[in-house]
């Protein structure tokens, strides 16, 4: 047993404890909004399948699972849509209304490259199980790497919350510190770590036990000490691997940036942690649940029917069984009777139909309408659209600093270190980058400032037509970089302000040297004309002397 194992296993104990106050809550908003992907907060590695099966078996109505589903797409299109780009990188200092340069020109590059091969690796799955952590429980922890395996491409993989358990250490809150639990087999130890690593109690299991589960510890902390960041050990994040059981020590790595993107939709307070849309929803899932189990408990007493029976020497009331085809034997018609359940299906109705309608609307499902149930115009769609967007504004903006610009830096770091980004233009060296985001919720956010301008431009284009001097104060070239910026139009089809003035130069060269050739020509026909002129007064002054003669 290692010290330092020794004191992860204590942090993770006290990790532990400041989290179980939230995890029954949690449990309750995968039930009903998540009931696929529930999650175990027992503080244990392994899952209890028959209890999530019990859990299941539970569950009456579907109406929150479906709305969340709805709700996780939406994010998924509207922040991280697969068939365009939605980030673009910038110096600091520099923002949308800036000049283009040649060196980000190159960033463009550098974006859709890192966007190509973002989405051709497995980020839309992992992410769409993350965001639906975030949207259910509130927090979520997707992890960023390369394939060490074939030595090339992003890696991703969704951690599941109920294992995971996260601090920080910075004043601003964002989590740098994750202990994660999880499960390997001691022959996956060996193969992994090495048999020099492991605890030599594995080394025996693995020779009789193979396929014998140990829980293990990943720690990724900050480093205390940082050294040349080359090295593992020196590098700005720690990582530990701990085998639990024996407390000890099986390896230790470093990362140049966090690789966990662990985003918050709302921040519980004095906690690291958030709760999720779904807990909005929770009360109304637990009411329809309860109210559609009696509903159904009705409807099969309504079915089955309430019966009185007599017993009248014939009819055993004990022993009888009704049924179809089936004869009963009885004194009279009068010994068996069905009688009233006195059950009102229109209030049970009602309470159903407000109960769905609100879980919907706490979900933002209900903005569309279900294919085929009424016919909508392209406009009506797109207001609709632009509705649910401006409604997503505010989590958005923790998505943005949280889950979108920590995968981002994670994976300009790999592909920059791997040298396959080439050399940056000069005139970037020693600046600090940014990512901003060009994705449709982004662009619908700053559409207003966009129509706004497109408004402005075409108010004082009427009123030119009075007096044109007025358009001189409007910068015209700030206006089609803002619009096109405003509107998602690439980069690589706009003009940099060097390239402009160049043109600028060259069209106005061309038309001076056209105007010169035209002026030269002009003086030139002149000339002629008028050595024609004087040509043909000297013809005629000699004519008329020859006649005089």
Known sequence: MSNFAQTLCTRLDQLKSARSNYESHWTECYKFGAPERQQCFSSSVIDNSKTQQSQRADLYDSTAADAVQVLVSMIMNGVTPSNAIWFKAQPDGIDDLSVLTEGERWLEDVCQFMWRNIHAANFDSESFETVTDIVTAGWGVLYTDIDRETGGGYVFESWHIGNCFIGSTRSDGMIDTIYREHEMTA??????????????????????????????LHVIQPRKSKGAGQINKDMPFASYHID??????????????????????????????????????????????????????SAELQIGGM????????????????????????????????????????IADYLITNLQGGIRKKLMADQLPPIGTQQMTATEIHTRVELIRQMLGPMYGRLQSEYLKSILDRCFGLALRSGVLGQPPQELWGRNLSFKFVSPLARSQRMEEVMATEQYVASVGAMAQVDKTILDNIDFDAVAVLVGTGRGVPQTIMRTADEVQELRKARQKA??????????????????????????????????SEVVQ
């Open 511 to 544: 038309q001076e040297e056209q105007a010169a050739a035209q002026q030269q020509a002009a003086m030139q026909q002149t000339i002629a004309e008028k050595g024609a002129d004087a040509m043909a007064k000297g013809i005629g002054s000699q004519l008329s």
């Open 187 to 216: 022959e996956a130890m060996i193969n992994t770590y090495g048999e020099k690593n492991c605890h030599f109690s594995v080394i025996n299991t693995a020779k009789n036990q193979p396929d014998t589960k140990y829980k293990l």
């Open 307 to 346: 019966w009185i029976a007599q017993d009248d020497g014939v009819l055993n009331p004990y022993t009888v069984r009704i049924g179809p085809r089936k004869v009963i034997s009885a004194n009279s018609v009068d010994s068996m009777k069905r009688l009233d359940d006195g059950t009102n299906f229109q």
């Open 244 to 297: 639990l059981s024996n407390k000890h020590q099986l390896k230790e790595s470093g990362y140049h940036e966090f690789p966990c993107a662990v985003p918050r939709l709302r921040r519980l307070p004095n906690s690291v942690y958030g709760n999720g849309q779904m807990t909005l929803a929770l009360a109304d899932a637990k009411t329809l649940n309860e109210l559609m189990k009696q509903t159904l408990h």
